[in-house]
């Protein structure tokens, strides 16, 4: 009998040594695009992915590191913890729009973004990074150097990109601010992030 329950007490021991194997986590790492900023938690493109995971790739667990306001230099001090406490396969990065609406130096956003990839990729983890459009109201020399910021980084360190995280939601799915998407155009942004997010789940 004792030697019963030192067999048994040794088979869980071992068991609670062994790191949880199952969730491959995806850390998406934004702002209030990605935060559900005026939309019910449940609505966000982030819960909705993790939703549509479920399905087909119940392995990953989607971890949302967005906060409402965040800029590229607020990203930059946050990073380092969120890689060590999620340990993740996977990082959306989702930054910059803020950094544009307050007309921050680019190459200080640039500068941001590209350290916040890079220290990614040092935790052997791969990224997704979501590109941002500016109004036109904030001048066409701004704009297009603002757009342009995001292939030119997504080449830099080879990674995917998905040049504008917005695309195909309407003037009408915006909210009363016209700036974030309401509850409406989430599954659509949802499925656009998706496409290029598949192939980094093999």
């Known amino acids: ?18 790191p949880a194997s199952a969730a491959k986590n995806i850390l998406v790492f934004g702002d209030s695009l990605s935060a559900g900023y005026g939309i019910a938690r449940d609505d966000s493109w982030v819960n909705l992915l993790q939703q549509e995971l479920k399905k087909k790739h119940p ?3 989607v971890v949302n590191a967005s906060i409402s306001g965040e800029t590229t230099a607020g990203g930059l001090r ?17 930054l910059g729009a803020n950094d544009g609406l307050r007309g921050t130096n680019l190459a200080e956003t640039e500068k941001n973004l590209d350290k916040i990839i890079g220290q990614t990729q040092k935790a052997n983890a791969r990224v997704l990074l ?5 109004p ?31 695309e195909g939601v309407l003037p009408e799915q915006f ?3 016209n700036l974030h998407p ?4 989430q ?16």
Do not use: C, W
């Open 175 to 177: 909210q009363a601010d």
């Open 78 to 94: 946050r990073i380092g913890k969120a890689l060590q406490e999620h340990h993740p396969e996977i990082v959306i990065v989702e």
């Open 1 to 18: 009998m004792k030697t019963f329950l030192k067999i048994v007490l040794l088979i869980a021991a071992f068991a609670l040594s062994q």
């Open 136 to 166: 036109p109201n904030y001048g066409p020399d701004y704009t297009r150097r603002f757009r342009t910021l995001y292939p030119r980084l997504a080449k830099k360190h080879d990674i995917t990109l998905v040049p504008f995280m917005l």
């Open 59 to 61: 392995q990953f667990e």
């Open 182 to 185: 309401n509850a409406e155009a």
């Open 130 to 134: 979501l590109g941002i459009q500016l």
């Open 187 to 202: 599954p659509g942004i949802m499925r656009h992030i998706l496409r290029s997010l598949m192939p980094l789940l093999d």
